[in-house]
């Protein structure tokens, strides 16, 4: 594990011991592109041949989740939750609905929007959340192709 030291630090400093566990999914957190789901995690455990079951690694989650070391988010449609390494940076998605797959966006578009509105309104805002849902490239290319074979399929039909 290359973070192994900064994994114990984090763990140690919100007053948590070092378990292979919590340091495993912490790396796999870590690792990772996009968040993930705890199936997701444990499938990435069992492939390292890490010894733990499902309910562990839910129970882990919670714990590096209650103390902040792993961010949860809910933002997929079939309402199972995803969950990436905090790495204390503010995130906003783009969520694909054909492949599921999520992408971060750089920076955030709504942060002179957020001090506009404090301004305007005197509200103190605390945060937000924005995702945006959609289709990759990729899927949009599957939806023509598929439309140009119902296409062809109906014109060979009525011809």
């Given amino acids: 594990m290359k973070n192994h030291l900064i994994y114990t630090q984090d763990l140690t400093h919100c007053g948590l011991k070092k378990t292979r566990h919590r340091l495993a999914v912490l790396d796999i957190l870590d690792h990772s592109d996009q968040p993930l789901t705890a199936e997701q995690i444990y499938a990435s455990l069992q492939d390292r041949q890490v010894a733990i079951n499902l309910s562990t690694v ?39 609905q054909g492949c599921r797959k999520i992408i971060p966006i750089d920076g955030c578009p709504l942060a002179d929007y957020s001090r506009q509105l404090e301004k305007e309104t005197g509200f103190k805002i605390s945060g937000h959340k924005l995702d945006l849902f959609g289709y990759c490239p990729q899927c949009q290319q599957k939806q023509l192709d598929q439309q140009e074979k119902d296409a062809d399929l109906k014109a060979r039909e009525e011809g």
């Fill in 58 to 96: 839910y129970r882990t989650l919670d714990t590096l989740a209650l103390n902040k070391l792993v961010t949860r988010l809910s933002i997929t449609q079939d309402g199972r939750a995803l969950h990436e390494y905090n790495r204390r940076v503010h995130r906003h998605y783009l969520v694909c």
